[in-house]
């Protein structure tokens, strides 16, 4: 086939990104694509020319990527301006590439509808692939990445919680990622499978933080359980729309604060007197290959395939979507959705998946998050239960 | 089989803490012993006469406490007094028990010394099974719950540090739990493959820390690399013995501090100007059952049932040691230790284990820790070294 192909991935790697990768190299492949190109480094790369041509590596090197994360091309976050879509016009034309990828997420499609543009009247064919275990694409079901995400943080809750209830003598508090969306920390809600299992609290970035109230929560929970696990979101903000942490670093470009969970587990110590201690998996939670969600895995690689489909028979401008099909059984169908329709519009949770309080997730969101983690957590044991119902039986 | 069993845990849990109670439930019934009791919440459940038979629950409930982390009989950090020991003997007595296993570390090992000594000249045997993920209980080469951490922190260290590699704009500081040994930190040198691999810097708190050499050593590595992975325990100390993070509160029992990765990765930002972030894993690391290590599982079992056996035969005031053979290959031997040889001894990273500088471990370390981490670690793909050498070849 005429013409050759190129992968870009732009922003932060998810557990899935590689699996995407995957499914672009294979479907290239089988249509008999020239040459498979990756830029080495994001959209940077074009305009540096720094290809690798992935169609001469060795297969097992292929196979490889479904259990390597990050990215084996890597990424970047270079801002990019009008002049560089131009200059990655040309770019492409030198190279004979035909098949445009970009992965990532709501920055990414942005520049893969510009580059779309740019590239208009050529017969080049750019495609996104989303891709954030933010959750935070706009128009599709959920993206590649969350799955994952959301099985990592339910299945540490629920073995944290184990740990915890083991020695009930403090709080913990678990921060999860997801600065703006809350998606990621409502997912800790899938590790409950009976009244009293962690996690006890959920704080979302969607909802306005109190601190007296989430003590005054922390400390009734403290009394009647004795452990306490509250799952609590990176970008916790008050009333007033700052962050809960005092900003440590100021530079030109940004603002650094300081961890959310340590912020909340030192107040706890503070103002209750109670032991607390805080876990921040963090990017050991878009890394883990072990609790890789299978759904997530599988779709990642369907939505690399389509892109080059897409790109193949024509389509420009358009990223691939996930879309669940209404009936029985979680099913999924994945239309082409015109980019504009997505570019820079972040999708955080809706009202009705939170809880009047703010302090937990509705059940509605359970039921639509359950089929994304490949199937039921592991159910823990604990012989407290049993003495505690005979002790019942007994009086 | 005449008398009763109880089975008590003390202090902090394990991911392999209930793969050692399967191994004594498993050799009791092996044994035919009369009821198999197991102290709910640790010793203190035996001043309590609170207990629960375990030897009546169904077997798929037994079978499940090889995936469930944390202990399923619950653990306490009850500070006992002489007093207690007799009454201890006491309650032994009138619920028949002849045979009680303390598992647990050096605090536990001292109270089961202690018991063992209040029955003496009782029918009644006392048997100790070692279990610390700090890896701090001296005389044996290692303790049952520290492989499995061990392979923990050397999985999320590898993965973070493919993570890192994709998209190198920033210093990730990951603290491992081991507020005096080293051990669990030091174990993060396994993820390395090859030169450049993450950990690039591992700070044990064997060691004085020193902020400047630590800043030194990060602006170097991030000059040459772009994405650095540091590794450090969370007790470092500076040369005054003192928390490198100054205490956040004091009550008449503890004083708390704060997490030493924020604190350093805020010294980064601030220091250095450079972005970082800090990975907290902390009770994920003891919980995980994905990245249980399967030698860990098998000696925690085999210990459990070992202490079982000496009770049985007779022995008192033992633990189980685990012992290392000479030879070629991993095998171990499982001697019976006077517990006055352990009892409150805490065992730190010797020297050779560590490199001059004080900032990694030497390859004397990475021999001994090798096998407990049952086989290598999946080897990551990165496409951006065939880049570099596709580079390199034209140039």
Known sequence: MEGNLLAVHGGGPTAVLNASLYGVIRQAQECGIGKIYGAVGGSEAILKENFVDMGKLPDEKIERLLQTPGTAIGSSRFPLEQEHYEAM?????????????????????????????????????????????????????????????????????????????????????????????????????????????????????????????FLADVKRLYDELGGVVAVVSEGLRNEKGESIVPPIFKT????????????????????????????????????????????????????????????????????????????????????????????????????TYINERGNDVTEHFVQWCRPLIDGELPEMVSFKDEAAQALKSRI
């Not at 470009?253 to 110590?269: M, Q, T, W």
Request: hydrophobic residues 40%; charged residues 25%; aromatic residues 6%.
């Open 89 to 213: 016009a040309s770019v492409l034309k030198k190279h004979g590439i035909k098949y445009v990828l970009f992965n990532g997420g709501n920055g990414t499609m942005d520049a893969c509808g510009k580059v779309s543009k740019a590239c208009q009247g050529e017969d080049i064919y750019v495609v996104g692939i989303p891709k954030t275990m933010d959750n935070d694409i706009s128009i599709i079901d959920h993206a590649p990445g969350f799955p994952s995400a959301a099985k990592y943080i339910a299945t540490v809750t629920n073995e944290v919680g184990a740990d915890v209830k083991s020695l009930p003598i403090h709080v913990c508090v678990i921060e999860a990622m997801g600065r703006n969306a809350g998606w990621i920390t409502a997912a800790s809600a899938l590790a409950r499978k009976k009244p009293g299992d962690a996690p006890h609290l959920i704080y979302l970035p969607e909802r306005n933080f109190h601190e007296e109230e």
């Open 252 to 351: 030109d470009r940004a603002v650094y604060y300081g961890d959310v969970s340590a912020y909340l587990a030192e107040l706890v110590i503070k103002k209750l007197g109670i032991k607390a201690r805080s876990e921040k998996p963090g990017l050991c939670g878009r890394a883990s290959m072990a609790l890789q969600s299978r759904v997530d895995r599988e779709e990642a690689i369907l939505a690399g395939r389509e892109a080059v489909k897409a790109a193949v028979v024509g389509k420009t401008g358009v990223m691939v979507g996930i879309r669940r099909m209404e009936g029985e059984g979680y099913r999924i169908e994945t239309p082409l959705i015109p980019i504009e329709e997505v570019m820079l519009h972040e999708r955080v949770m809706p009202e």
